[in-house]
């Protein structure tokens, strides 16, 4: 008999999650709400067909543990395989002092399995990535720290 796994038994290990589905890329939208990014961590390999962004994000899924040991922040990789193209809106990629704040990741289904994955980023910008299949990973790189800020983003306190 095995038993389901519950979250709070993934509360201190890093993240390493993939989503194929809808129903998997909300969960890693919901874990990198509010991350934020230089934007010189923007990756796009057209031969790899591969974009990556190295996010600072924040950790959500520690919920009442933020009250014991404040807000944290874990640097991860969020990378989207199978990438045919990729546009930009709002965003000056000139500017490499800019830091970007993502809001969500979702899905436009195309057809047979392709489609786009948009990331939606504070301040009306936005990143489209033509896919020919979904497949997304979200995946932490380093050790959990306090948030700089020490503040739970869009909490006042």
Known sequence: MTEDAKFEDGAEAPLNLGALEVADLEVISSLVQDAVFPITEISWRARQRRFALLVNRFRWEEGAAVQRRGAERVQSLLVVDNVLG???????????????????????????????????????????????????????VTRPYRAPSGKVPGHPD
């Open 86 to 140: 990729v546009a930009s809106q709002g965003i000056d990629r000139g500017d490499k002092d800019v830091i970007l704040s993502l809001l969500s990741v979702t899905f436009e289904p195309g057809e047979d399995g392709a489609g786009h994955v948009l990331l939606t980023l504070a301040g009306d910008g936005a990143i489209r990535l033509r896919i020919e299949a979904l497949e997304v990973t979200l995946k932490d």
